[in-house]
């Protein structure tokens, strides 16, 4: 079977929406989070590709797996800050490397689009995720040895 | 002196753009961080505010604090999800209720513009910002009381 490199990683254009949404809803419905049907989150996924501040790196043939970034102009650089809004694997191509293949294209993705950082927000339980990341050179501690940075939410 | 209501925080202009980028160079030199010169920041702002994806609340007549506001197309709602990117008082405003009137502000800004969601980074020592926040509903537990939520960030 062989481990996937970079090359099983490509970016995703307007016409792969469907294939996005149907990730997209696998992946809240796996988790029982509530989630829109697979269509309404294709439309909205092909509105944010279109608007410029979304890229979507997609995985394997299925596609089995997905890394959705978002951009925005940074505050205290003159540069984009980039997040990684969501990171998924189908549950039969975990273990292979597709994770870390999407991530490393997803970094190389925000630099060729001028970002000079990229935030995540995980779950403390989700150790497989964290390792994934600091393997990557990311850190939930302030200024890399710092303390511990929280993310609160609010729903409105 | 009274304590401040919402009544002293107002919504900034394009105009407020100087004041601004002062208070935001305080806001990093006061913590020792790296910080572009306040014109610099002033720039950068109003580029911010005229593009439509930022709002900055400001209170007293310093101005004395302010609140960074970003907002972009939620993935999950059909609504735009917020991110309180910054909050600041100068030191000689503080324990007064000021960061509370922002913050109080901050939500209602969030609303008027269609967010149903707030999030917000805080690093683990600051239990100031954290009862702030927790107070007005906050939290840095998944799904209100699940695992703690860290943010990972990694400079590219």
């Known amino acids: ?10 970016l995703a254009t307007l016409s ?3 294939a ?23 439309d909205r996924l092909r509105r944010l590709l279109g608007s410029g501040d ?19 102009s940074a505050i ?4 984009l800050e980039s997040y990684l809004a969501e990171l998924y694997v189908v549950p039969a191509r975990r ?10 294209r997803s970094i190389e993705e925000a630099l060729v689009r001028g970002s000079d950082s990229m935030s995540i927000e995980v779950d403390e339980p989700d150790v497989a995720a964290r ?11 302030a200024g890399g040895g710092g303390p511990l940075m929280f993310v609160y939410e609010k729903e409105l």
């Open 95 to 104: 273990g292979q490397g597709l994770g870390r293949a999407l991530m490393l």
């Open 1 to 10: 079977m062989g481990s996937p490199g970079q090359g099983e990683v490509r």
């Open 131 to 141: 390792a994934l990341y600091e393997s990557l050179g990311s850190t939930n501690r």
């Open 76 to 79: 205290w650089s003159p540069g």
């Open 16 to 18: 792969d929406a469907e």
């Open 20 to 42: 996005i949404g149907r990730l997209l809803f696998d992946f809240n419905n796996e988790f029982d989070e509530p989630t829109p049907e697979p269509a309404v989150l294709a």
């Open 54 to 72: 979304t890229a979507v790196l997609l995985g394997g043939v299925g596609p089995d797996g997905l890394a959705v970034l978002r951009f925005r």
